[in-house]
């Protein structure tokens, strides 16, 4: 599986952003696939993501309410549709996938078997 993000961009404060994820290679061994993110000097964080069986997404605390993650089968690419932007989002983007229909928290990103090279996203104030 080969994950290409992108989307990523300079917004003002309050702005919006969507981000793309398009899967190739086995995209059809996909059973759930996550945004993680991470800022200059800090550690990586989860920020959303969608699990195929039961149609669940899932949200960091931090962004619930302004971003929305959702998928088109047909193109096997997910988005992040990020709304609101606080200069606190500004950071790298990465989207990952999940291939062992695991049970473990999509939080984790050790539960991810692929990973997209990140997009940059720069919220300005």
């Known amino acids: 599986v080969q994950l290409q993000a992108s989307g990523g961009g300079l917004v003002q404060a309050g702005g919006s952003l969507r981000l793309s994820c398009k899967a190739s290679?086995?995209?059809?061994?996909?059973?759930?696939m996550g945004w993680f993110r991470q800022a200059p000097g800090k550690e990586r964080e989860f920020v959303a993501a969608?699990?195929?069986?039961?149609?669940?997404?899932y949200y960091a605390y931090s962004v619930k309410g302004r971003f929305t993650i959702s998928r088109d089968n047909t193109k096997n690419t997910v988005y992040l549709q990020m709304n609101s932007l606080k200069p606190e989002d500004t950071a790298v983007y990465c989207c990952?996938?999940?291939?062992?229909?695991?049970?473990?928290?999509?939080?984790?990103?050790?539960?991810?078997?692929?990973w997209g090279h990140g997009t940059l996203v720069t919220v300005s104030s």
């Open positions: 290679g086995h995209p059809f061994s996909i059973y759930a």
């Open positions: 969608h699990r195929w069986i039961g149609d669940n997404t």
């Open positions: 990952a996938a999940d291939t062992q229909l695991g049970t473990m928290s999509l939080e984790i990103a050790g539960v991810y078997d692929y």
